[in-house]
């Protein structure tokens, strides 16, 4: 029988930038443990450093951080640009932070970031009384002029847990209440968050109401194991047959989407030891050995839960028994790249069966072996998708920028050899 991979993987991203933040207004000494050591997450950091957080730019996933606390709105006016590097969620939610100060800060990023869509942003941050200046029609550089703001009630158009954490951060900021209303919940770390530092939000079917807050409490928060990055694994052990423990990974329903797809598709997985992590519900997973894969359908509601985690769950279908069919995700266009285009015409280019629609992809999955070269457009999550392939027996798939994986998951070419030789 085959031994069973017992694995960890770094900290959550979206978990370590909310937490970074959080502790930078605070009052008094945050104390965080598990911050994910990721390009991304080190963007977040230089910014906050730029607006006279005392921070770390190097930091290990076992270090212990301590920050003390600028408190509500004591951040200080930047003297340098800040950059954002290739981060998305450093830009847009420190961007509610800048507008709710009495600062400017004008946001730079790397090529990809520079062209993702910012007004989104904008939109509602302008309403509450922030001031944007864009040097082209949208993206970076982007300048925030903060300030005195005012209550907001925003619909969002989009389900972007991006966009409702700069609103709640201005918000939170400024001292003025928000209310948020999207199509679907959007991932919810900000909220819980929040909560757990004891601010008034409230949270109802579709939408979250903050109201002024005084003083934000300093936050003593652990952060568990990314679930987007425990896909990679997962997927590369079910690909193999090899059963696998992913130990200590949060397991919020508005992140955990592909774990159901994945069972859709026919893989057995329990969650064990579920408990509550400052307020994040966290469990180990196991999975049980995979005989194969079917092709599934994905879409509506689900999507926000398993945004992140579409390229991947694309390249299983990729190996599945039939079509796999995703739909109603759009917003994939609007990501590190273009990850509809990136993901078709990267298994096009290593033999697999797929076609764009606007808004998702048709897979038509064959039991084949794959080889050819995948262009990664410097997105970690297209890199990590096809590396999974490409570690299969038979397959030959090779990336032009494997290092791009650093944006998520530093270490994450050791950690699939390892597990494949854990078997
Ligand atoms: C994130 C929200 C999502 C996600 C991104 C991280 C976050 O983006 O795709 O990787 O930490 O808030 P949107 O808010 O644009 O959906």
Not at 303 to 323: K, Q, R, S, T
Request: net charge negative.
């Amino acid at each position: 029988m085959t031994a069973v991979a017992q694995v960890t993987v770094p900290g959550d991203k979206s978990l370590s930038h909310r937490a970074l933040m959080f502790a930078a207004l605070g009052s008094g000494v945050s104390v965080l443990r598990g911050v994910l050591p990721s390009a991304d997450v080190r963007s977040t950091a230089v910014v906050l450093r730029a607006l006279g957080v005392d921070l770390p730019v190097q930091w290990a996933q076992t270090d212990e951080l301590r920050i003390i606390g600028m408190g509500r709105r004591g951040l200080r006016q930047p003297v340098v640009d800040l950059d954002c590097g290739n981060s998305g969620t450093t830009t847009r939610l420190v961007a509610g932070v800048v507008a709710g100060h009495h600062m400017r800060g004008t946001f730079v990023g790397d090529a990809s970031l520079s062209r993702r869509p910012m007004r989104r942003i904008a939109r509602p941050l302008t309403q509450m009384g922030a001031a944007f200046s864009f040097a082209a029609d949208d993206g970076l550089p982007m300048t925030v002029q903060g300030g005195e703001l005012r209550d907001i009630a925003w619909v969002s158009p989009t389900a972007s847990a991006q966009v409702k954490s700069a609103i709640l951060l201005a918000a939170l900021v400024a001292g003025v209440s928000a209310r948020v209303q999207e199509p679907t919940r959007s991932r919810d770390h900000t909220e819980r968050m929040l909560a757990a530092l004891g601010a008034p939000i409230t949270v109802t079917d579709d939408a979250v109401l903050l109201d002024p807050v005084g003083q934000l409490a300093p936050l003593m928060f652990e952060v568990p194991g990314d679930p987007s990055s425990a896909l990679f694994l997962i997927a590369s052990a079910v690909l193999r047959g090899q059963p696998i423990e992913v130990r200590n990974v949060g397991v919020n329903d508005t992140r955990s989407g592909a774990l159901a797809v994945l069972m859709r598709m026919g893989v057995a997985l329990t969650l064990v030891n579920a408990r509550d992590v400052g307020g994040e519900p966290v469990a180990d997973i196991h999975v049980a050995p995979c005989a194969g894969l079917r092709g599934v359908t994905i879409g509506g509601d689900e999507i926000p839960a398993l945004i992140d985690e579409i390229p991947m769950l694309a390249c299983l279908a990729a190996c599945a028994v039939g079509e796999t069919r995703i739909t109603d995700a759009a917003e994939l266009r609007v990501k590190e790249s273009d990850r509809i285009t990136a993901v078709v015409s990267n298994l096009r280019a290593i033999g697999a069966v797929a076609d764009e629609l606007p808004d998702g992809l048709v897979i038509d999955g064959r039991e084949s072996t794959l080889k050819g070269s995948v262009l990664t457009h410097a997105d970690h999550r297209i890199a990590m998708a096809f590396g999974v392939l490409g570690a299969m027996r038979g397959n030959e798939v090779t990336l032009d920028d494997p290092q791009c994986v650093d944006v998520s998951f530093p270490g994450f070419w050791q950690a699939l050899t390892e597990l494949e030789q854990a078997r």
